[in-house]
């Protein structure tokens, strides 16, 4: 397909919203059967600060192609981990107010949002960091994560509980990433305290891009089908379910990351999409190409309404497609 034909058929679907996901370093308190990182490793914890030219360079990249609003997402490894010394929520701090600096200096809006486990135990220098951010630089959000397999013990799941209750407003969003393992949690029903963080927060649903013990995570395009009913049965405000029912496009399950770590951290798109297509500068726009065809889009009754689906890689690949049709259609149906 045509470049100039992918972009003109695209121009309503790509989000006006750009990413930068930035990890800082890998180490972490917990261990996620899916993470691909190595969580014994410290390496970028001293050097927080090197990471601002990517990021930086990220902020043009998005400018450049008209993005109207950016989010920062600061991740580790587990930012806010009891391990982390003292002296790098510090570099913490300096990190959010360069990167402010440069899209202010860009004219463009950027909120700043902190990713964590909310497994610790040192809860006073969170909080001052925040208190800090909030009174000479930005909002200070929390992205936190929910995971019903293989994320939280006893003990890990009421210190998540209580810091839930004690950061409160700053958390913006709950994410749970769908692996396969997670759906069948969420269609058993096996969710414990889920529930009660749709009703309080924003819930949004992830998919899976990581390639770490793969063959038992990556959702089919089956899988996917049935969470999606469920979505749309009992959780309809979460992310993306949202936006597929309401048609509106900017809720879309579809947006470019920028992945502005200097770690290899396996969230890098041309490490997956170089086996699809034998080739390692693979573009989005291929991979739009080929899901626009594989699915036969162009056909498709809800073409003209239709956010098309994650895109990630996963899903362009054979072994996980198992159905004669495209599975968002049946959300589609549920929208009508
Ligand atoms: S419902 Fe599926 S086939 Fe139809 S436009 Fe959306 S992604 Fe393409």
Not at 54 to 68: I, P
Not at 318 to 329: A, F, G, H, M, V
Request: negative net charge; contains cysteine; glycine residues 4%.
């Amino acid at each position: 397909m045509d470049s100039k034909l992918i972009d003109h058929l695209m121009r309503n679907k790509r989000s006006p919203h750009g990413e930068i996901a930035v990890v800082l370093f890998e180490h972490c308190n917990l261990s996620c059967s899916f993470c691909p990182q190595n969580h014994n490793d410290t390496t970028g914890m001293e050097s927080i600060l090197d990471k601002l030219p990517s990021v930086r360079e990220s902020m043009y990249r998005f400018n450049n192609v008209g993005k109207q609003l950016i989010t920062l997402n600061i991740q580790g490894g587990e930012l806010f981990s009891d391990f982390v010394p003292d002296s790098v929520f510090d570099d913490y701090y300096e990190f959010a107010r360069i990167a402010q600096d440069y899209a202010a200096c860009m004219g463009i809006p950027m909120s700043v949002a902190w990713g964590s486990n909310l497994v610790h135990t040192k809860t006073e220098r969170v909080l001052e960091l925040f208190r800090r951010l909030e009174t000479d630089v930005c909002e200070a959000n929390l992205m936190v994560s929910y995971d019903p397999v293989s994320r939280f013990n006893r003990a890990d799941l009421d210190s998540f509980r209580s810091n839930m209750e004690l950061y409160g407003d700053h958390v913006k969003a709950v994410n749970i990433t769908l692996t396969r393992p997670n759906i069948r949690k969420f269609l058993s029903g096996d969710t414990e305290y889920f529930d009660e963080l749709y009703e309080k927060y924003f819930c949004a649903f992830d998919f899976y891009q990581l390639e770490r013990n793969r063959a038992v995570n990556a959702p089919t395009d089956q899988d996917l089908q049935d969470m999606f009913r469920l979505l749309a049965e009992k959780y309809p405000r979460s992310n993306p379910i949202v936006g597929l029912l309401t048609q509106d496009k900017n809720e879309s399950l579809y947006q470019h990351t920028e992945n502005a770590s200097e770690t290899i951290s396996g969230f890098c798109d041309t490490t997956l999409s170089g086996k699809i297509f034998d080739d390692e500068s693979v573009t989005f726009q291929r991979m739009e190409a080929k899901w626009l065809e594989d699915y036969g889009c162009l056909t498709c009754q809800y073409f003209d309404r239709c956010s098309l689906g994650p895109i990630p890689q996963n899903f362009l690949q054979p072994e996980y497609r198992t159905l004669s049709e495209c599975w968002i259609k049946t959300v589609h149906e549920k929208a009508r």
